[in-house]
């Protein structure tokens, strides 16, 4: 027996073998068939959750390339901002230069039309936030030839007069201080009175007339009469708003919008001298009396 399998032991193996590979084959092949069908189910039961994966990760990338488009357009917007800024800056800065440009050229024309009349320019320096409407400080003094009692007006109309000076600066009562009287008339009537300051809060005028029964509209125009010794006839103070009776009713009074917008004044000019009984025509409302 021994002989025998020794004598047919490598077709016996060869058998052995063929039977062991076909069975593992075999084996294989269902093994396969689970793990085919085994992947299958996962893929199926995967699937949704894999979509939804995809899905987020989709989401998520435009996210982030939203929150950086977010971030370009706030870099954006700031500089825009800045440029408004300075749009907005070189803008007042332009305005304020035309406003300034129109004083002076107004300045330079009054200097042409006052023939004869020795008038000097001069800046406003310093206003007393106490006194605001009541006196303002100038830069030209003594050394200039400024003098107590001149007056002093801008092309739209009487300013004040000067009433305290040093050598380099000069303080300006204006005309809207209570204790400021200018000797006044109107242009249409010639009907005289005292002009004095009246509510600081309004920057309105009184118009204190002399007669009990005068002949004074509003719309009028009212100019220095020349009377007093400070001020030149014909410069233009202000236009009669309304008119009434005292509190006695005895003489009528007479409110009067400055023509002057003392809130803007920059630059003033100082008359020093003009010619003896010479007069300036006023802006609006009437001419020289």
Do not use: C
């Not at 021994?2 to 052995?16: C, D, H, N, Q, S």
């Not at 009349?117 to 206003?127: F, G, Y």
């Not at 002093?152 to 009562?173: F, K, N, W, Y």
């Not at 919008?257 to 920059?266: H, Y």
């Amino acid at each position: 027996m021994g002989g025998f399998i020794y004598r047919w032991r490598r077709p016996i193996i060869a058998i052995l073998a063929v039977m062991v590979l076909s069975v593992s084959l075999s084996l294989t092949a269902r093994i396969r068939g689970h793990v085919v069908a085994l992947s299958n189910l996962m893929g199926t039961v995967l699937s949704p959750a894999s979509a939804s994966l995809a899905f987020v990760g989709h989401q998520l990338g435009r996210g982030v390339g939203g929150i950086g488009q977010l971030f370009v357009l706030q870099q954006e917007n700031r500089a825009l901002q800045q440029k408004l800024v300075l749009y907005n800056s070189m803008k007042l800065e332009l305005e304020e230069l035309a406003a300034e440009n129109s004083q002076l050229r107004g300045l330079l024309n009054l200097k042409a039309a006052a023939s004869g009349w020795q008038l000097t320019a001069a800046s406003i320096i310093a206003r007393n936030p106490n006194s605001w409407f009541d006196t303002v400080v100038i830069n030209r003094g003594s050394n200039a030839g400024i003098r107590p009692g001149m007056a002093v007006i801008v092309p739209e109309g009487v300013v004040g007069r000067i009433v305290a000076v040093s050598p380099i600066t000069a303080t300006v009562m204006l005309v809207l201080d209570p204790e400021s009287g200018v000797g006044a008339v109107d242009v249409r009537s010639q009907a005289a009175g005292v002009v004095v300051g009246r509510d600081p809060v309004t920057g309105t005028l009184t118009f204190q007339l002399f007669s009990h029964r005068p002949d004074v509209l509003p719309g009028d125009a009212v100019v220095t009469s020349g009377y007093s010794e400070y001020y030149p006839p014909g410069l233009l103070l202000g236009q009669v708003t309304s008119v009434s009776k005292t509190d006695y009713g005895l003489t009528e009074v007479a409110t009067v919008t400055p023509s002057v917008d003392f809130n803007r004044l920059s630059t003033v000019l100082v008359v020093e001298s003009h010619p003896s009984g010479a007069s300036l025509p006023p802006i609006y409302g009437g001419s020289t009396p």
